[in-house]
T-cell receptor, first 113, second 112 residues
Framework: AQSVTQLDSHVSVSEGTPVLLRCNYS??????LFWYVQHPNKGLQLLLKYTSAATLVKGINGFEAEFKKSETSFHLTKPSAHMSDAAEYFCVVSARVNNDMRFGAGTRLTVKP | DAGVTQSPTHLIKTRGQQVTLRCSPKSGHDTVSWYQQALGQGPQFIFQ???????QRGNFPDRFSGHQFPNYSSELNVNALLLGDSALYLC???????????FGSGTRLTVV
């Protein structure tokens, strides 16, 4: 079985400051890990994915995440927040064996001007 | 290249009725998964279809059933609707590479 825990339900940053959204995972298999973003009344968009290649993964819009097996973490970061980054972010784990994906509860990112 | 298409986009049903939601996967994808996203929550896995069979199921009652057709499209059926079934229902497709899902925009179901 696999699951993810997003450690913060809400994160608020000022525009131009760094973003850190935290995610810990649990998986019986070597996991694939993903971050998705959901803007209000919109569908889910893939930001980035880890599938056993490089542990530092770069995604769209300047986001990146680092897979740390020893800490079972996959935190999402961005050096400088933009107003358009305000959205709900979901960390997702998948066991490669069956491709079943399980979502975290989400972190709402607010960006203040 | 069309992505995942869901229909209808919005639906209002009365408690006790039945509903069918439809999903066409992305070209080249053969696996379809359904998720329920209640307001303010993360998507919850309902079930996954592959080769016209239900391959995995989440913690949802038997009122939730599905089907996959030979062209890989899928339907989600919900019987005896409850007010608590009101949610955004997301369909996601994936292919043989196992690199994650492509999500549709969802069907917003309101049960009154």
């Amino acid at each position: 079985a696999q699951s993810v825990t997003q450690l913060d339900s809400h994160v608020s940053v000022s525009e131009g400051t760094p973003v850190l959204l935290r995610c810990n995972y649990s998986s019986s298999y070597s996991p694939s890990l993903f971050w998705y973003v959901q803007h209000p009344n919109k569908g889910l968009q893939l930001l980035l994915k880890y599938t056993s290649a490089a542990t530092l993964v770069k995604g769209i819009n300047g986001f990146e995440a680092e897979f740390k097996k020893s800490e079972t973490s996959f935190h999402l970061t961005k050096p400088s927040a933009h107003m358009s980054d305000a959205a709900e972010y979901f960390c997702v784990v998948s066991a490669r064996v069956n491709n079943d994906m399980r979502f975290g509860a989400g972190t709402r990112l607010t960006v203040k001007p | 290249d069309a992505g995942v298409t869901q229909s209808p986009t919005h639906l209002i049903k009365t408690r006790g009725q039945q509903v069918t939601l439809r999903c066409s996967p992305k070209s080249g994808h053969d696996t379809v998964s359904w998720y329920q996203q209640a307001l303010g929550q993360g998507p919850q896995f309902i079930f996954q279809y592959y080769e016209e069979e239900e391959r995995q199921r989440g913690n949802f009652p038997d009122r939730f059933s599905g089907h996959q057709f030979p062209n890989y499209s899928s339907e989600l059926n919900v019987n005896a609707l409850l007010l608590g079934d009101s949610a955004l229902y997301l369909c996601a497709s994936s292919g043989p590479t196992g690199n994650g899902y492509t999500f549709g925009s969802g069907t917003r179901l309101t049960v009154v």
